[in-house]
C-alpha cells in the first residue's frame, strides 16, 4: 500500500487576480512547495541534494487539468504520490483539492540532473526512502 503525502496551503491576496481567484501559474507554485516538503519529510532539501549528490531535481514536463478556481482564503489540500520511477527521474501525480472537491490534477515528471545538464541516477537514499509514496503497480 503507498502512502500519500498530504501539504495544506492556503490561498493569500497576493495569489489572486483582481476577482479573487487564484492566478492559473499559482498552482504550479502550490505543487512545488508540496514537493520540497515531501523531501523534507525525508530529511533533504533541493539544497542539500545539490551540496550533496552533485544533482538537481527539474521539471521535465508537467500536465495539468485545471478544474475548478480556487479563492482568497481558500484552504486546500495537495495530495502527491510517485507514479513511476526510472533511474534518473520519478513521475508523480499530485492533485489539489478544496473540500474534498478536485481543483487541479497534474503529473509531473521530475529528472534528477548534474550542474552540467545531465541526467544522473536517483540518489540511493532518495529512491529508498521515497518508496511509501510509490504507487502500488510499481516493481521494485
Keep these: 500500500m503507498h502512502e500519500n503525502f498530504y501539504h495544506n496551503v492556503k490561498v493569500y491576496y497576493e495569489d489572486t487576480d483582481a476577482g479573487g481567484v487564484v492566478y492559473y ?20 532539501s533541493n539544497l542539500q541534494i545539490k551540496e550533496k549528490f ?3 531535481i527539474i521539471v521535465k514536463s508537467c ?9 482568497l482564503e481558500d484552504q486546500l489540500v495537495v495530495r502527491s504520490f510517485v507514479k513511476s520511477v526510472t ?5 508523480m501525480n499530485q492533485f489539489i483539492t478544496k473540500d474534498e472537491s478536485s481543483i ?5 515528471h521530475l529528472v534528477f540532473i ?5 541526467p544522473v541516477k536517483v540518489p540511493d537514499v532518495i529512491f529508498d526512502n521515497f518508496k511509501p509514496y510509490f504507487c502500488d503497480s510499481i516493481k521494485l
Excluded: M
Design 25 to 44: 501559474a499559482n498552482y504550479l507554485k502550490y505543487l512545488e512547495r508540496a514537493r520540497t516538503e515531501a523531501l523534507a519529510t525525508i530529511g533533504l
Design 54 to 56: 552533485g544533482a538537481l
Design 63 to 71: 500536465n495539468i487539468e485545471y478544474k475548478k478556481s480556487a479563492h
Design 87 to 91: 533511474k534518473t527521474s520519478f513521475f
Design 104 to 108: 487541479v490534477e497534474a503529473q509531473v
Design 114 to 118: 548534474n550542474e552540467k545538464g545531465k
